[in-house]
């Protein structure tokens, strides 16, 4: 689960971690009032105007049709209100959201960070996340903030730091000193970068991330350290524990086909080819999208409907598959252990009902439990489902129905 910009920086500040603060407007007129107290708090005409959408890229994106960012700086009430106005309600396309790009309905009024001062301002980039290969937590770190850390990656890979982080052992002394070292900080600037990164570990732990990101951290003008942008994605499978932190998901920012098949429990990605699938098990839905590409096919999506799948899932499966206008086939993969063949027959026949004028071909390939009973079912049915023994048959009976 994803969170905006100015929730993470909310979470954040509850572990004592510094952030470049602001607030939250969903209005011009709630900009404009934001702005007003933002100037009078800091004596500044500065502030930062950004768009909240999951995506990265806002900084370099540009609302469409103009030449609006979706990170701003303002130095005036007048173009604190024109950014809003541009922003609010308008489509920001960024890198990372591609052409479809994504309506912005909230923007952030954040206080200026880069005043002057006794010591200059740096940008770094420090991120936490598993490290599944090694099943330890790691932190990722450069001196290079406040841009493409994949460019950096690519061309100077030696300004790039890890730190492991074994997991019963937790982030060592040694370690903070070490990133706050390698950033070249020192004195009052290295002991507010331990500081903060202990926090932020603590923050990253106690909330469950799968990613965390800071980009930039920012060295102010003062020698302290902290988050002028945050990215905190929680783990879905995590947030039964986290029942305060799923209350303040944004189901606008996510698409709704994708909400749908997590109430019934599905697990379901949208691709960009025209067979659906709809299997049981992760790895054979890979498998199965795989073979789908090799047979001269393209995937639709991914749709995994678990061990449990019964009628009632198969039929949610069917409609949400169905919403894809790309969609001109579907293949069902069911490998009958758990679940029984012949329920997941059921689904697929109770779903032509209900559903009715499903006109595109479906390929069956039901294995393993009640398989044979399945296929009565559905040979019985009347219903214009074809059958396949081996998954190599199904997917090349699906490709020859897209000719």
């Not at 993470?8 to 470049?20: D, G, H, M, Y």
């Not at 799923?246 to 429990?265: Q, V």
Request: net charge negative.
């Amino acid at each position: 689960m994803n969170l905006h910009e100015y929730q993470a920086k909310e979470i954040l500040k509850a572990f004592q971690v510094p952030v470049q603060d602001g607030i939250v407007a969903e209005t011009i007129n709630q900009a404009t009032e934001a702005y007003k107290k933002i100037t009078e708090e800091t004596g500044s005409k500065f502030a930062v105007i950004k768009a909240q959408i999951h995506a990265g890229g806002r900084g370099k994106g540009k609302i469409e049709n103009t030449e609006q960012r979706g990170v701003c700086v303002v130095k005036s009430l007048e173009e604190a209100t024109q950014a809003a106005t541009n922003l609010l309600s308008n489509k920001l396309i960024t890198i990372q959201t591609g052409p479809k790009g994504k309506i912005v309905n909230k923007i952030f009024v954040a206080k200026d960070a880069y005043t002057t001062g006794p010591a200059a301002t740096q940008e770094f980039y420090l991120s936490m996340l598993l490290d599944r290969a090694k099943g330890e937590f790691v932190i990722i770190y450069s001196t290079e903030g406040g841009v493409d850390i994949e460019k950096v990656a690519h061309e100077t890979p030696d300004k790039i730091f890890k730190e492991w982080i074994n997991p019963t052992v937790g982030l060592a002394n040694f370690q903070l000193r070490d990133i706050a070292f390698n950033l070249g900080l020192k004195g009052e600037a290295a002991k507010s970068c331990q500081k903060f990164v202990a926090n932020l570990y603590k923050a990253f732990i106690n909330t469950d991330c799968s990613l965390l990101e800071i980009n930039p951290l920012f060295k102010n003008s003062q020698d302290q350290i902290l988050a002028v942008d945050c990215k905190m994605s929680i783990e879905d499978n995590a947030l039964i524990r986290h029942p305060e932190l799923e209350a303040i998901r944004d189901l606008s920012e996510e698409d709704p086909i994708e909400i749908e098949a997590g109430k019934y429990n599905l697990n379901f990605i949208k691709l960009d080819g025209n067979v659906g699938c709809m299997v049981n098990g992760a790895g054979l839905a890979m498998a199965t999208m795989d073979i789908i590409k090799l047979s001269g096919g393209d995937p639709a999506n991914f749709l995994d409907v678990g061990g449990g799948a019964n009628a009632q899932t198969v039929e949610a499966g069917f409609r949400i598959i169905l919403k894809e206008p790309n969609v001109k086939a579907i293949l069902i993969n069911i490998f009958g252990g758990i679940v029984r063949c012949d329920k997941v027959a059921n689904g697929v026949i109770e779903a032509y009902k209900k559903i009715g004028n499903i006109n595109i071909p479906i390929i069956a390939r039901l294995q393993g439990n009640s398989a044979e009973l399945a296929k009565e079912l559905l040979d019985k049915s009347g219903l214009k489902v074809v059958s396949a023994i081996e998954l190599e048959d199904a997917a090349k009976l699906v490709t020859q129905a897209l000719l």
